[in-house]
């Protein structure tokens, strides 16, 4: 962002808080209309953005606008409030049969909304939501399945603007109504002192443990990403305090960067709250976000317990010890200062499970967060701090916001030219019908695909292009959206663009390549989980009782043999040998066969009683 004069400031300043107080109102009472709840967003958005970003990355520091910024700042706004204006009358009259003006500002805001996403985002997004409009006019010219008939000027602006399946489509609705509420809600959390409520919770329950400060790190934004719902943004506002006590104690700088790393990245499918995809996921299926919230709880909570192990088994490998003494707070101390954020946390699953819909649980969590505020006289919302926060809630959205015209432009480009259809037929029949090779090629294209977009646009091309080849193999749609969720996330952690790795590295100092293959060690169940969601669904508690029960014993099992093959512990360190035969176990435990998965837990049993034995020797020995 670049630095702004005075004048500039305050009025950033007031357009940033009454954008967070507009959604703060609408999310406790309701939205005005259609028009309003998806412009007015769009509006504050690429209004923001054009002051605060810069036209170009290698002159962040201009205070004032210059004449280019002042234009796409008027051709936005006149664009946008003439669709608010205007979008009753062409749903009433106009649908099919354009006027003038809707193709005029229709062109403009197309090509305001690439110009803002990559003021903010970067290139990428922006080429790739060029080309997949470009590719509606050149469609006879296109190459085998991308190939169609192709779409007249008007045609395409009109879908793309003047309706609600472009711009203004599902993405702006989802960012409006759902995740702007977080937003503002996670940005009273924090004024309030709730990140250092959790910080200092995480530092209680797990700072004397081995390897103490990783495990407040991935406490602490397993706590703080279901929050926030960003990996980057849980990177920066977490690693700060994590990183450094991680290296102090021990860990080289590009594993404590990792660490975070996949702390953080695990925040964005972990529930109360999750990520903005989550609540697109939910638009996507038409399904309940409270029953998403249920079924993403056990897997979520799985690959936390794999990232936990795979650290205090490396702390006890390496002899890393915990905090000192005197470092570590009371846990009674800690609850009795911000007890109630717990309990606003604690509240927001009740009330999402009651079936109170989302913006209304942020309403009601921000709300309170509030009123207990003023119990504690450092916390206290004063008239100046609510305006800060409102202004920093309003400024949190535009990372996310920034890509929502763009977004928007994908979403149309791919439905128009029908290439989620023709996509999914081709992937199909690469894998020969068959529904694992089919998750193995989807996994790859992921990773591709996250490699130049952020987790939310990452899932929402692979929803389009790859959810439906799963959903005509057969898999339930709930389902195949969960799987191309989670692997939409992997790109946090994979090298070569691994953006959560790269933010941590910034913070460890250590090599962000390393950092990468270090998080990917240790996100394996990532990678595994989407593979479960198909095979193995009572892992989404699924089916029967006794079923999900085993299930999830056997994956708890499968934790600790991954974690203790990819670092080498487990009670003693590992020969060659007992690695291998730990990967071999959690692999039966995986598979969804009953007799592999009584293999698997015999063998690991076998290796615990065996390794407690050689363990016990080894200390005679000491001795």
């Not at 395409?156 to 109504?177: C, D, K, Q, R």
């Not at 290296?247 to 109360?272: D, H, I, L, N, R």
């Not at 992921?446 to 646009?457: F, K, N, S």
């Not at 360190?573 to 039966?588: K, P, Q, T, V």
Request: net charge positive; glycine share 8%.
């Amino acid at each position: 962002m670049r630095k702004l004069d005075k004048r500039l400031e305050i009025i950033v300043s007031i357009l940033a808080s009454a954008f967070a107080l507009f959604y703060l109102y609408t999310s406790g009472f309701g939205i005005f209309s259609t028009q309003t709840n998806r412009g007015v967003f769009i509006l504050f958005t690429f209004v923001l953005c054009t002051i605060l970003y810069p036209t170009y990355k290698k002159s962040p520091y201009n205070k004032t606008l210059y004449a280019f910024d002042i234009v796409v700042v008027i051709l936005a706004s006149c664009s946008i409030i003439y669709w608010m204006l205007e979008y009753a009358d062409y749903a009433r009259y106009r649908v099919g049969l354009p006027n003038q003006w809707d193709t005029f500002w229709g062109i403009i805001l197309i090509l305001v909304s690439l110009e803002i996403t990559r003021r903010v985002m970067g290139i990428v997004l922006p080429i790739l939501g060029a080309l997949f409009v470009a590719q509606l006019f050149i469609g006879p010219y296109l190459p085998g399945i991308f190939a169609h008939r192709g779409m007249s000027l008007l045609r395409i602006v009109e879908f793309l603007f003047s309706n609600t399946e472009g711009i203004f489509g599902t993405i702006a609705s989802v960012f409006a109504t759902y995740i702007m509420p977080f937003l503002i809600f996670g940005a009273f959390l924090q004024k309030s002192g709730g990140g250092d409520f959790f910080m200092d919770f995480s530092k209680a329950a797990a700072g004397r443990i081995s390897g103490g400060p990783a495990l407040i790190a991935i406490i602490g934004s397993s706590i703080f990403g279901s929050i926030s719902g960003s990996a980057v943004a849980n990177v920066v506002a977490t690693g700060t305090f994590t990183i450094p006590m991680m290296k102090k104690v021990g860990y080289k700088s590009e594993f404590a960067g990792a660490v975070e790393a996949s702390a953080s990245t695990g925040g964005q499918f972990m529930p109360p709250i999750m990520g903005a995809a989550a609540f697109i996921l939910a638009t996507f299926t038409e399904t309940p976000y409270a029953t998403i919230v249920i079924m993403a709880v056990v897997p979520a909570v799985l690959y936390y317990l794999s990232v936990l192990l795979s650290v205090y088994f490396r702390a006890r490998k390496n002899n890393i010890y915990g905090l000192n003494p005197e470092e570590i707070p009371k846990i009674t101390d800690v609850l009795k200062k911000g007890w109630y954020f717990g309990f606003t946390l604690a509240l927001a699953v009740v009330l999402i499970v009651a079936g109170f819909s989302p913006p209304r649980v942020a309403f009601w969590c921000t709300i309170i967060v509030i009123a207990f505020s003023m119990i504690d006289r450092s916390n206290r919302f004063t008239f100046t701090k609510l305006f800060n926060t409102l202004e920093a809630a309003g400024k949190s959205a535009l990372t996310v916001g920034a890509t929502a015209g763009t977004l928007g432009l994908i979403m149309g480009g791919i439905t128009l030219a029908g290439l989620g259809a023709k996509f999914s037929h081709a992937l199909i029949s690469l894998a020969g019908g068959n529904i694992f090779l089919t998750i193995v090629l989807i996994s790859f294209i992921a990773v591709i695909v996250g490699m130049g977009l952020p987790t939310t646009a990452s899932y929402i091309v692979m929803s389009i292009l790859a959810a439906p080849s799963l959903i005509q193999l057969g898999v339930p749609a709930v389902q195949a959206h969960m799987l191309c969720f989670w692997l939409s996330v992997v790109s946090n952690v994979t090298p070569p663009v691994c953006i959560a790795a790269y933010a941590a590295a910034s913070i460890s100092g250590g090599d962000p390549m390393k950092t990468g293959m270090h998080a990917c060690t240790l996100s394996l169940f990532i990678f595994l989980m989407p593979f479960a969601f198909v095979y193995s669904p009572q892992i989404m508690l699924i089916g029967q009782l006794p079923d999900i029960l085993i299930v999830i014993a056997c994956f708890t099992l499968a934790a600790f043999s991954i974690s203790a093959m990819t670092q080498g512990w487990f009670i003693k360190n590992l020969s060659g040998m007992e690695r291998i035969i730990f990967g071999a176990a959690s692999i039966l435990l995986i598979y969804p066969n009953r007799i592999m998965d009584v293999i698997g837990i015999l063998i690991f049993v076998l290796m615990v009683f065996t390794l407690y034995k050689q363990a016990g020797k080894i200390r005679r020995m000491a001795v």
